[in-house]
């Protein structure tokens, strides 16, 4: 059974960092590609940022230049270093394994940004 386990979230001030790590317990093919997406409040869930099997990256128009996205296939951990963060980067941010047959999220983490 797949399991995503999200930490690092917290309260930060605007400007300020924070690294989140999705530990994956379970097999989750190394064809999937692994994510993290956000929804804020009032929201839709948005994605963030996306790693592909290939390694290939893509972010969100709105984070890029300030997160960055890594997987330690080792370690079965995904990471999220967001830098450089606003106060609309406020939300719950979750993992997702985006896999051919289902998907796989975690439970969330809660990122806060004041100003």
């Known amino acids: 059974q797949v399991q995503l386990v999200e930490s690092g979230g917290g309260s930060v001030q605007a400007g300020g960092s924070l690294k989140l790590s999705c530990a994956a317990s379970g097999y989750i093919s190394r064809s999937c590609g692994m994510g993290w997406y956000r929804q804020a409040p009032g929201k839709e869930r948005e994605q963030v940022s996306r790693?592909?099997?290939?390694?290939?990256?893509t972010y969100a128009n709105s984070v890029k230049g300030r997160f960055t996205i890594s997987r330690d296939n080792g370690k079965n951990t995904l990471y999220l270093q967001m830098n450089s963060l606003k106060t609309e980067d406020t939300a719950v941010y979750y993992c997702a394994a985006i896999c051919i047959v289902k998907n796989y999220w975690g439970q969330g983490t809660q990122v806060t940004v004041s100003s």
């Open positions: 790693v592909d099997s290939d390694g290939t990256t």
